[in-house]
């Protein structure tokens, strides 16, 4: 899969959970975005793909963000911080984002990017059966 093709699916996986939606005018929908750095081409995959679904930031949809770097803030606090937030949805990055986010969480759909095994650290029983709640965005070697 080529480096454009990755970051359109991240973009277009987190929009997903609100392609249903998307008739319900006036209501502006929440993300919850976690991730143990800002990573500005996963930022902006997630703004495209969102985009290209009719969602705008500021004014269709509200995007909090919630970074590791530089806090003396656990990977589960800033998980429970978002989840008080009340958000649509979650858009984690990197697995001890993902396990924080599902420790918090049972009833929240988790967009998880770039989780290597999903199924080895607990995140999903298994790949044919992943559980309802989350969407999956395989992690990828981009080629330099």
């Given amino acids: 899969?080529?480096?454009?093709?990755?970051?359109?699916?991240?973009?277009?996986?987190a929009a997903l959970p609100f392609a249903a939606l998307a008739q319900q005018?006036?209501?502006v929908r929440r993300i919850g975005y976690l991730s143990p750095a800002r990573l500005p081409q996963l930022l902006q995959a997630l703004?495209?793909?969102?985009?290209?679904?009719g969602f705008t930031e500021g004014q269709s949809i509200v995007i909090d963000y919630r970074f590791a770097e530089g806090q003396a803030k656990t990977m589960d606090e800033l998980a429970?911080?978002?989840?008080q937030l009340g958000p649509?949805?979650?858009v984690t990055v990197a697995s001890g984002a993902a396990l924080a986010a599902k420790r918090a969480t049972t009833t929240i759909p988790i967009v998880m990017a770039t989780v290597g095994e999903p199924v080895g650290i607990g995140l999903v029983a298994s790949l044919v059966s992943v559980a309802k709640r989350h969407n999956l965005c395989w992690d990828v070697s981009f080629p330099q």
């Fill in 1 to 13: 899969m080529r480096r454009r093709e990755f970051i359109t699916l991240i973009g277009g996986a």
């Fill in 25 to 27: 005018p006036g209501r």
């Fill in 47 to 53: 703004h495209n793909g969102l985009r290209e679904f």
């Fill in 80 to 83: 429970a911080e978002l989840i």
């Fill in 88 to 90: 649509d949805v979650i």
